[in-house]
T-cell receptor, first 114, second 117 residues
Framework: KAGVTQTPRYLIKTRGQQVTLSCSPI?????VSWYQQTPGQGLQFLFE???????NKGNFPGRFSGRQFSNSRSEMNVSTLELGDSALYLC?????????????FGPGTRLLVL | GESVGLHLPTLSVQEGDNSIINCAYSNSASDYFIWYKQESGKGPQFIIDIRSNMDKRQGQRVTVLLNKTVKHLSLQIAATQPGDSAVYFC????????????????FGTGTLLAVQP
């Protein structure tokens, strides 16, 4: 079974631009979560989707948004990029929201904002 | 606020020794804890988990201990190998979200495990 895939793997943008990142969960998984990883803040929860519905959202500004499609694939968008948005963006999937189910992470998308 | 913190940012061990990585959590209502391993250039990889109704769980070469009284979690790696070199994160899962379930994980700051040959 293929793991979680994220595209693109690397991205360079300039301040003020917007970016869209994509995540394909493991086949059959319906829950997708997004995290931002930076050296200063560590791994921080962005949002979570289950069956196309946002179930939870972290403490990030409204410039960060996401969505999930009927095939469980998810995208996140960051508008009006700032230098501080440079980070590794990780996507994780699991079968559902049941706590005992393992969340599997993708390799991440490395975003650099210049 | 919510936080899960690690005591030691870097742990250096000799190959073959046992490693112990510690983690403190602050939310006494958390009921599920996970350890992840992250190698350079990769996403976090699941190692082992434990529910709050347990105090110990063993996997292959790894053991997780949970002490709810002092809100402390530890990961023990037996016979540490060079391939174990990575950053290790503890994570806490909370079910408290408007009474519904959630997959939100709160991560600790991470411990770098360096295995010396």
């Amino acid at each position: 079974k293929a793991g979680v895939t994220q595209t693109p793997r690397y991205l360079i943008k300039t301040r003020g631009q917007q970016v869209t990142l994509s995540c394909s969960p493991i086949s059959g998984h319906r829950s997708v979560s997004w995290y931002q990883q930076t050296p200063g803040q560590g791994l921080q929860f962005l949002f979570e989707y289950f069956s196309e519905t946002q179930r939870n959202k972290g403490n990030f500004p409204g410039r960060f948004s996401g969505r999930q499609f009927s095939n469980s694939r998810s995208e996140m968008n960051v508008s009006t990029l700032e230098l501080g948005d440079s980070a590794l963006y990780l996507c994780a999937s699991s079968l559902s929201e049941v706590p005992g189910e393992t969340q599997y992470f993708g390799p991440g998308t490395r975003l650099l904002v210049l | 606020g919510e936080s899960v913190g690690l005591h030691l940012p870097t742990l250096s061990v000799q190959e073959g020794d046992n490693s112990i990585i510690n983690c403190a959590y602050s939310n006494s209502a958390s009921d599920y804890f996970i350890w992840y391993k992250q190698e350079s250039g990769k996403g976090p990889q699941f190692i082992i988990d434990i529910r709050s109704n347990m105090d110990k769980r063993q996997g292959q070469r790894v053991t997780v201990l949970l002490n709810k009284t002092v809100k402390h979690l530890s990961l023990q790696i037996a016979a540490t190998q060079p391939g174990d070199s990575a950053v290790y994160f503890c994570a806490e899962k909370s079910l408290q979200y408007y009474g519904g379930a959630t997959n939100k994980l709160i991560f600790g700051t991470g411990t770098l495990l360096a295995v010396q040959p």
